[in-house]
């Protein structure tokens, strides 16, 4: 059980908006910066938001990412089949002095 | 730019020790935090820990007791060792740059491809 929760999966057509959420507490997402990861099946994972809304050069203005309180939100805009992948957000949590990812959701462009 | 490969052994005898080493070029190691994080099959992702090129490290507390990071800078390595292994230990191992202060703000950025190791008789 992961110490980040997120959805196990979402769906959305191609063109549309989705968000995947990421919810924690005090001790992580409430106090500090969120990341949040692609990975698409049998490859690594990919920096696509870092300290919380910041875009790596690279990473189209399609994928953003906020957080509020002790959530996080990663949205996709303008859904592309090439999109379909397993996204992770991660975040330092202070009672455990350690890295701490969410569970995982995989996405679907139906 | 940075690229990370891992190595080692794809397949350990259970009570034996993991060991994999990350190989940094196209920049040194001399610089960030340097990280091993693992993906059992079908699972999600688990940092395992962080060493910080002059040495600091800081482990996982649930591996803790079995977890060493090390770093040769003249190499521009950096190396993991898991003692004790078990089935559980069966994962995908990722190699990744740290970027951040090791805390409160911290990213993955960029990753190896990841090797697979099997613990298995």
């Known amino acids: 059980q992961s110490v980040l929760t997120q959805p196990p999966s979402v769906s959305a057509a191609p063109g549309q908006k989705v968000t995947i959420s990421c919810s924690g507490s005090?001790?992580?997402?409430?106090?500090?910066?969120v990341s949040w990861y692609q990975q698409v099946p049998g490859t690594a994972p990919k920096l696509l938001i870092y300290?919380?809304?910041k875009r790596p050069s690279g990473i189209p203005d399609r994928f953003s990412g906020s957080k509020s309180g002790t959530s996080a939100t990663l949205g996709i805009t303008g859904l592309q089949t090439g999109d379909e992948a397993d996204y992770y957000c991660?975040?330092?949590?202070?009672?455990?002095?350690?890295?701490?990812f969410g569970g995982g959701t995989k996405l679907t462009v139906l | 730019q940075v690229q990370l490969q891992e190595s080692g052994p794809g397949l350990v005898k259970p009570s034996e020790t993991l060991s994999l080493t990350c190989s940094v070029s196209?920049?040194?190691?001399?610089?960030?935090?340097w990280s091993w994080i693992r993906q059992p099959p079908g699972k999600g992702l688990e940092w395992i820990g962080y060493?910080?090129?002059?040495?600091?490290?800081n482990y996982n507390p649930s591996l803790k007791s079995r977890v060493t990071i090390s770093v040769d800078t003249s190499k521009n390595q950096f190396s993991l060792k898991l003692t004790s292994v078990t089935a559980a230990d069966t994962a995908v191992y990722y190699c990744?740059?740290?970027?951040?202060?090791?805390?409160?703000?911290?990213?993955?950025?960029?990753w190896g491809q990841g090797t697979l190791v099997t613990v298995s008789s």
């Open positions: 990744a740059r740290e970027i951040g202060d090791g805390s409160n703000t911290n990213w993955f950025e960029p």
């Open positions: 196209g920049g040194s190691i001399s610089t960030y935090y």
């Open positions: 060493i910080y090129h002059i040495g600091n490290t």
């Open positions: 005090s001790s992580n997402i409430g106090n500090n910066y």
């Open positions: 300290e919380n809304n």
């Open positions: 991660g975040t330092w949590d202070n009672s455990l002095s350690a890295v701490v």
